[in-house]
């Protein structure tokens, strides 16, 4: 079974086929994302509400059941978070100031040399 979309400014629905009776307001956007290539979507998100209750899914934990038909609007903002390649810890790890121990060398100001 599927969960139809739309655009507000498009003519057709299209699908998003699921697996099971519901899916997550959450999985639902990364779906859409992934079938409209829209990028990462950092500058911006998607507003779900059902098309014949105009209700608005806020909340991206609620789960839309299947055949359920929804308008989708593109809202600014930067409420998603990034696509993490990365693990925090290494990342943080690239942050960090390393503190360098200077060697013997006649440049780092040793005192005994005239000019």
Same mark, same amino acid.
């Given at each position: 079974m599927a969960v139809y979309y739309k655009f507000k400014s498009a003519r057709d629905y299209d699908s998003i086929p699921i697996e099971g009776q519901f899916i997550s307001v959450l999985n639902l956007k990364e779906m859409i994302f992934e079938s409209k290539h829209l990028g990462r979507g950092t500058d911006f998100d998607l507003m779900i509400s059902n098309a014949q209750t105009d209700e608005e899914y806020a909340d991206e934990s609620i789960m839309i059941p299947k055949n359920t038909?929804?308008?989708?609007?593109?809202?600014?903002?930067?409420?998603?978070?990034?696509?993490?390649?990365?693990?925090? =810890?290494?990342?943080?790890? =690239?942050?960090?100031? =390393? =503190?360098?121990?200077?060697s013997g060398s006649a440049f780092l100001g040793d005192s005994s040399m005239k000019y």
């Amino acid at each position: 079974m599927a969960v139809y979309y739309k655009f507000k400014s498009a003519r057709d629905y299209d699908s998003i086929p699921i697996e099971g009776q519901f899916i997550s307001v959450l999985n639902l956007k990364e779906m859409i994302f992934e079938s409209k290539h829209l990028g990462r979507g950092t500058d911006f998100d998607l507003m779900i509400s059902n098309a014949q209750t105009d209700e608005e899914y806020a909340d991206e934990s609620i789960m839309i059941p299947k055949n359920t038909s929804v308008l989708i609007r593109r809202i600014p903002g930067r409420p998603r978070m990034p696509i993490v390649t990365e693990p925090q =810890e290494a990342i943080a790890a =690239e942050n960090r100031v =390393e =503190e360098i121990v200077p060697s013997g060398s006649a440049f780092l100001g040793d005192s005994s040399m005239k000019y």
